[in-house]
């Protein structure tokens, strides 16, 4: 039962809209008919402006971090944190608080890995960083690290690098968190294909976007 109510709080947890609570209820602004439409971190950088997405970076991260602390704050050892970890994902992506239409789940999925691998995630941050200092692309950072991820996830613990030794529950659920972030980037991948992808005003824009801004 406990293992329940505590799976149920973490989607719940997931589920909290932060970048379109922001927006309505402080600049009252529905990100929903700016922009992307998305309620995610970049596009409220993007419309509301660094503070606003900031906070919802930050907020959205927590959300991963504390639903994979959940369990061992309070003593669940029968069910590994990441699973609840994948649950409050879900819940980002599709929040209850927002008609199941919610976020890309990169940030959450970063706060993930803070409360359950660490130094994964800070290897992952620095694929990030790279890719977005060549290409100028959040969106196409996330998919670069996405797939790192899964590769990563596969072959690393072979040869003992930052995940020393397999584990199948891991690798399983960290192939579906980047697939599904894959997935909610088709658009953003049909943009960069037409060279249409919006750009961050920093790095090299390797690959010759015209819109740098929204």
């Not at 970049?42 to 504390?66: Q, S």
Request: aromatic share 10%.
């Amino acid at each position: 039962m406990k293992i329940l109510v505590l799976l149920i709080v973490a989607y719940l947890l997931g589920s909290i809209p932060t970048g379109l609570w922001i927006g309505k209820y402080i600049y009252h602004i529905n990100l929903r008919e700016h922009g992307s439409g998305n309620t995610g971190t970049t596009n409220t950088f993007r419309i509301l402006g660094a503070k606003a997405g900031i906070i919802t970076f930050i907020i959205d991260m927590l959300k991963g971090t504390i639903a994979v602390l959940l369990p061992i704050l309070c003593g669940v050892t029968t069910v590994s944190p990441i699973v609840f970890g994948l649950i409050a994902i879900l819940g980002h992506t599709f929040p209850i608080f927002a008609g199941f239409k919610g976020g890309k789940a990169v940030a959450t999925s970063a706060g993930v890995l803070l409360g359950f691998a660490p130094t994964f995630l800070l290897y992952l941050a620095v694929i990030f960083v790279i890719s977005l200092y060549l290409f100028s692309m959040i969106s196409l950072s996330s998919v670069a690290v996405s797939v790192a991820a899964i590769l990563s996830a596969l072959i690393f613990p072979t040869f003992h690098l930052i995940l020393d030794g397999y584990d199948p529950l891991f690798t399983v659920i960290i192939i579906i968190i980047a697939s599904l972030i894959i997935i909610r980037h088709k658009d953003n991948m049909l943009r960069i294909k037409n060279k249409e992808e919006n750009l961050v005003p920093w790095g090299l824009n390797l690959s010759q976007q015209k819109k740098k801004k929204n």
